[in-house]
């Protein structure tokens, strides 16, 4: 309106016009005028040389219609919050930073319209598959090893859009190699909370897929992705994964983050480096739902993220029965339902109990049936023989009922052998995956184990006597833990790992010889 700083005048009253044409507000009604423009005008003031006694006045003005002000010089700030949405005076910010921290103070939220990838993105392509053949690279996955990980940070520790990729990057890995991986996400908001993590963690699983030649399998520490010939060949690296998470999160969760930035890493010894970090994170997460039980709750919580590759897949998250991803529990998803009330995890009123050993509700039966297009018209939470739960393809876990000894066996995809029921897990994934009930196979989340209320209708964990050496270490704190709740006399020491049998004939004799307590227990059939 003119170079002179007095001509601004004239810019606010061209705020105030938009109170009175957009938003409907009388001439005179100073009050709503105001906070009109607070509320839905996302101005602000940039102040580029040094401050005079007019322009702080010019720059007051501003802040009455709750337009902060930015400067890169040594003025006074006015920091506490009230007529602005944030601070009301930022100063001292390098110029080449200024403007990322107006965007930052008046709480201007960033929308990527376009996503800068060389390959089509969209809903068409999740659930595509990548075969072997076609296959460039596979990164993660049961030849390797690879996570996924999101942090809050402050706001200055942040840089929003970028993106780095530690290690070999796609052009530097033969073809056809698989190698580990780990991407590590950072964000920062004004109403982010760390109880937000595993959500935005969960969302790297649809969000990836959407990239046509991009598939991503699992989550957590057990991530499997493999990216096609034509991809690469169009151009697509590592970096283009930061791509696809910046532009969407910022879209889909833009009312909690401000500033996403990610790394990528390939690097063997980093990624085994950082994957301890958060692993020591993963079980802070599962440790606060210490204490709550499915009584102590009056609603449970859905998850339908992975009905792309299982449409008639229906998760029913409880405090004592965690997603089969082992990604989301039940706090988790009431939080990712107040930061989207439309998105995948649905609450669940808990009511017209059928059946409280196996785990069935009246009210659950119904959002199940409508949410699995008329396909599961009931399931037990807390039973593997009758109505179990469905399972998608991102289990941790998959709980087999072994006939001979009628006792569960246990195994995790990170094991690549044979077990007793004769199959390995890639072979039980696509029995169990895909959304279909079947009784005696249920795919599970590892802590899930150490429940009460697991698989309580058939008896529990006292029946549990096979899994994999390494998922029986890894469990064996919370195993001895309820084994001595349930006056199970060393307990640990009578579960079989493949160690001791991968059939079985091998696996009975074992049972025999530790006095297992399935053998006193009632058959299942």
Known sequence: ??????????????????????????????????????????????????????????????INYGFPAIAHTNIPQILPTGICTYEHVVSNVPLDEIVDKAV???????????????????????????????????LGGPKSFGFEFCQMKDMDEVKDGHFEVIGPDLDEIPEGATVPIAIWLEVAGRKMQEDFEPILERQFHHLLNQAEGVLHIGQRDIIWMRITKKAYESGFRLKHLGTILHAKLHNDFGNILDKIQVKIYTDPEKVKELLEVARKTYRKREERMAGMTDESVDVFYSCTLCQSFAPTHVC??????????????????????????????????????????????????????????????????????EDPMTSCGCFEAITVVLPMTQGFMIVDRDYNGMTPCGMAFSTLAGQVGGGAQTPGFVGISRQFVLSKKFLLAEGGLARVVWMPKALKEFLKEGLEKRAQELGLEDFYNKIADETIATTEEELMEFLQKVNHPVLSMDPLF
């Open 104 to 138: 930052e103070v008046r709480g201007l939220k960033v929308t990527v319209t376009k996503i800068d990838i060389p390959v089509s993105y969209g809903p068409a392509y999740e659930g595509e598959r990548v075969k072997k053949e076609n296959m460039r690279v596979e």
């Open 316 to 385: 029913v998250v409880t405090p004592e029965r965690p997603g089969l991803c082992g990604a989301y529990n039940w706090l988790d998803c009431r939080a990712a339902y107040e930061i989207n009330p439309t998105g995948p995890n649905q609450p669940i009123q808990k009511a017209d109990e059928i059946d409280p050993l196996k785990g069935q509700w009246g009210t659950v039966n119904q959002f199940v049936y409508e949410k699995s297009g008329n396909a599961i018209e009931r399931f037990n939470a807390y039973s593997i023989m």
């Open 1 to 62: 309106f003119g170079e002179p700083i007095s001509a601004h005048i004239f810019s606010l009253g061209f705020a105030t016009r938009a109170a009175l044409a957009f938003g409907g507000i009388k001439p005179g009604d100073y009050k709503n005028i105001l906070l009109y423009n607070k509320n839905r005008v996302f101005a602000f003031v940039l102040a580029l040389d040094e401050v005079t006694e007019e322009r702080y006045a010019a720059a007051a003005g501003a």
